[in-house]
């Protein structure tokens, strides 16, 4: 069982950085691959970023691809999303999610078992 908090969402003017982070609880952190989604308001939920639960393994979708970095500290129990050159469309629900798996990532819904709360971004233009 793993439990997920997000936190270090905020309001931000477009083109600045944002870092998000994820703390799990658990006692197998390492063995859990790692997921970052979004929601904006109206659509549906899509894959951001993935890494596997070793580190060395990391996907992301092509609108961020360049801009976020997704990386895991195992020994924190913790995920971090960092954004750069946030656009408005950046604007969502940003929500950490978790499976089993070590050495793979993974980029559909379904493929996660858990789901933090969320937590929100806006980025004005």
């Known amino acids: 069982q793993v439990q997920l908090v997000e936190s270090g969402g905020g309001l931000v003017q477009a083109g600045v950085s944002l870092r998000l982070f994820c703390a799990a609880s658990g006692r197998t952190f390492s063995s859990y691959a790692l997921g970052w989604f979004r929601q904006a308001p109206g659509k549906e939920r899509e894959f951001v970023a993935g890494i596997s639960g070793s580190g060395g393994s990391t996907a992301y979708a092509d609108s961020v691809k360049g801009r976020f970095t997704i990386s895991r500290v195992n020994a924190e129990k913790t995920v971090y999303l960092q954004m750069n050159s946030l656009k408005p469309e950046d604007t969502a629900v940003y929500y950490c999610?978790?499976?089993?798996?070590?050495?793979?990532?993974?980029?559909?819904?379904?493929?996660?078992?858990?789901w933090g709360q969320g937590t929100q971004v806006t980025v004005s233009s």
């Open positions: 999610a978790a499976r089993t798996g070590k050495y793979g990532y993974y980029r559909k819904i379904n493929d996660y078992n858990y």
